[in-house]
């Protein structure tokens, strides 16, 4: 049996498309090198029907990149990079969602910064608003917040050398795969902490750069908004795109 000729033909039958779970865009996060316009346009000739903008979420970054006005300003200004992208990939059809590389400011050492960061699906500008300053808090703080407001939070690249595994018991699992060119993620060892677990595992580009489109999940074409998209990936055992 081919396994690779029942998967399409699982996707041509269930509708699902691809979809991107971790990207950055120029000028939201200092790593991202493509803007909003130019993901759209790659993105689209890469047949993704979905992408999540995941910019960084760090107090170091809200300081030094949006350094002036209140916490509600800064966070006007980092939804507006994820509404540039929703305006470019609305053309293609392309549906975005908001989600966020959250960094706690608490679980960062002297030495390596950021040490642990996670993964959030689920977010609303709503409560972006409303929830101001989130790398003050601990990642107990975090994931409890995140319960009852239905946000999905999954340690980004957590075998990195520089990064630091979080409490298991305080998040709702792990980016799987990690499709990053210029580091080493030790995929293999996150792969069997998922199995080990029973944690959601993702898999994600980490996209910066023009050719970084290397990874993500299927998703089904019916999701339409940030609060289904959390539901799914809640929910569902997810099939995974690896480069």
Known sequence: M?????LEDNIRRLKLIKCEMHLHTFGGSPCGKVSPRDIAILYNRAGY????????YMKYFFEHMYPFGSDTDRIKNYIGFYKGVEYYCKPFGIKVFLGMELNPECMNTPTASPAAEFLCYGVTEDFLYNNLRLYDYTQRELFELFNRNDIVMLQSH???EYCTLGELEYMHGIEEYN???GHTSHNEKAKELVKQQGFIGISGSDFHEMDGITAGVYIPETIDNNIQFAEYIKNNKLKLIKE
């Open 179 to 181: 499709g990053h060119k």
């Open 158 to 160: 957590p075998f990195r």
């Open 49 to 56: 029907g979905a992408i999540t903008v995941t910019n960084h």
């Open 2 to 6: 081919d396994y690779n000729i029942v």
